[in-house]
């Protein structure tokens, strides 16, 4: 079974700037998940989708970024404009919740570099 | 919000057991409990999820106490390969995914030979 897919894996941009993450979950997950996590920390949710629909965004900081999920299959995260303190690794994960049991599958992340 | 408290680091020997406590004193009622591992340069990777008193799995097993407000995760016999940093999340609902999913500070567990 593939993985959950993202690209870039690596983007380094001046601030101000935008930013583009994609992300294309396991095949047949409805649930897919949009993380920040800066150097040290542990992942910070921005986002939850449920299918095409957001689930959770309270912790996405909505003036600067964005996400969709069209067709409810893959997504896209943007930043714009960019801040320093928006350097981070950007992880996405998808779900299939069944009774028990509720796995998260991550990807490998993008790292962003803010200069 | 159900936040987790962990200890920041741990040590342990190759062969050890090893047991990493979390606090979770506002564990709501249909809250599971989900451990993840993370290396680096990696996302995080599921280890073992429960409700209540111990589940096991083939890698680890899953403590938590009548009250629910801690858990402890035991990784038996413990590799180099277990280095790594250990998460405890408190937030996803019975039956389903909903928000308010909190990723704890980690552990980060060092195993030397």
């Known amino acids: 079974e593939a993985g959950v897919a993202q690209s870039p894996r690596y983007k380094i941009i001046e601030k101000r700037q935008s930013v583009a993450f994609w992300c294309n979950p396991i095949s047949g997950h409805a649930t897919l998940y949009w993380y920040q996590q800066i150097l040290g920390q542990g992942p910070k949710l921005l986002i939850q989708f449920q299918n095409n629909g957001v689930v959770d965004d309270s912790q996405l900081p909505k003036d600067r970024f964005s996400a969709e999920r069209l067709k409810g299959v893959d997504s896209t995260l943007k930043i714009q404009p960019a801040k320093l303190e928006d350097s981070a690794v950007y992880l996405c994960?998808?779900?299939?919740?069944?009774?028990?049991?509720?796995?998260?599958?991550f990807g490998p992340g993008t790292r962003l570099t803010v200069l | 919000l159900a936040k987790t408290t962990q200890p920041i680091s741990m040590d342990s020997y190759e062969g050890q057991e090893v047991n990493i406590t979390c606090s979770h004193n506002?564990?709501?009622?249909?809250?599971?409990i989900t451990w993840y591992q993370q290396f680096p340069s990696q996302g995080p990777r599921f280890i073992i999820q429960g409700y209540k008193t111990k589940v096991t799995n083939e890698v680890a097993s899953l403590f938590i106490p009548a009250d629910r407000k801690s858990s402890t995760l035991s990784l038996p016999r413990v590799s180099l390969s277990d280095t790594a940093v250990y998460y405890c999340l408190v937030g996803l609902n019975y039956g389903g995914s909903q928000g308010n999913l909190i990723f704890g500070k980690g552990t980060k567990l060092s195993v030397k030979p």
């Open positions: 506002n564990i709501a009622t249909n809250d599971y």
């Open positions: 994960a998808s779900s299939s919740p069944r009774e028990y049991r509720d796995e998260q599958f």
